[in-house]
């Protein structure tokens, strides 16, 4: 039972869209109005910017904040990417990943037949 329970009710899809969609059904938060929901809104936003500067400033104590906005900053170009597409070379992308793969075969190898990474694994392999 959260701050945000009265909104429960709306975060679930209708039966259809369900079946429809599954977990990418859309939930019903569109139906839900009122103050109450301002408010929740509200605190949510309050909520994930207290997380913000929390994450901030221990990233800072740890000397990683350069590469968290590296982080964000390359997210920027994959969303960029997700939502637009972009151009390929299907030829060249074939042969980089036929040279890349040829690198990393062996390294695969050697990962995969060594008895001391393998045994620190659940289950092995």
């Known amino acids: 039972m959260g701050y945000d329970s009265d909104m429960d009710e709306y975060l679930e899809p209708e039966t259809e869209e369900k079946k429809k969609y599954g977990a990418n059904a859309i939930n019903t938060i569109h139906m839900a109005h009122g103050p109450r929901l301002h408010a929740i809104v509200a605190m949510d936003s309050l909520f994930t910017y207290w997380l913000y500067e929390d994450l901030t ?10 590469g968290y906005k590296f982080f964000i900053e390359a997210q920027k170009a994959l969303d960029r990417a997700t939502m637009n597409g972009m151009r390929l070379d299907e030829k060249k992308m074939a042969e980089h990943k036929a040279h890349l793969t040829s690198l990393l075969q062996p390294l695969y190898e050697k990962i995969m037949n060594h008895s001391v990474v393998v045994s620190k694994w659940d289950g092995g392999y």
Do not use: R, V, Y
């Open 57 to 66: 400033a221990e990233l800072q104590q740890k000397d990683c904040l350069s």
